[in-house]
C-alpha cells in the first residue's frame, strides 16, 4: 500500500463548485482508496468520497489544493482525481 501527494492549481473560473465537486467526489468514492483534499498543503485534509466536505473548503479560481491518496494503485488514483478536477469545462 502506497501514499501518495499531488498538488495543482484550480483553474476554473468558478473554483470548485457544485458538479465538479461531484464529479471528484464520486471518482474519490469508487477508486477503492483513501482520498483526501486540502486547501493548503500541509493543513489537515477532509474526506474526499464526500461532496460536501469538498465543497466546505471553499475552492475559488487560483487555489493550490493537495489530495492526499492512500491504497493499491494510489499513482494512478491520483492522476486520474487530477484530471477530474482539471478538465477543461
Do not use: W, Y
Not at 471553499?58 to 494503485?73: F, R, S, Y
Amino acid at each position: 500500500m502506497a501514499t501518495v501527494t499531488r498538488t495543482t492549481l484550480i483553474t476554473d473560473p468558478v473554483g470548485i463548485h457544485a458538479r465538479p465537486a461531484s464529479e471528484f467526489s464520486q471518482a474519490a468514492a469508487s477508486s477503492g482508496c483513501k482520498v483526501t483534499i486540502s486547501k493548503e498543503a500541509g493543513k489537515p485534509g477532509v474526506d474526499a468520497s464526500s461532496i460536501l466536505m469538498v465543497m466546505s473548503l471553499g475552492v475559488a479560481q487560483g487555489d493550490t489544493v493537495e489530495l492526499t491518496v492512500d491504497g493499491d494503485n494510489a499513482d494512478q488514483v491520483a492522476d486520474q482525481l487530477i484530471e477530474v478536477l482539471t478538465k477543461a469545462e
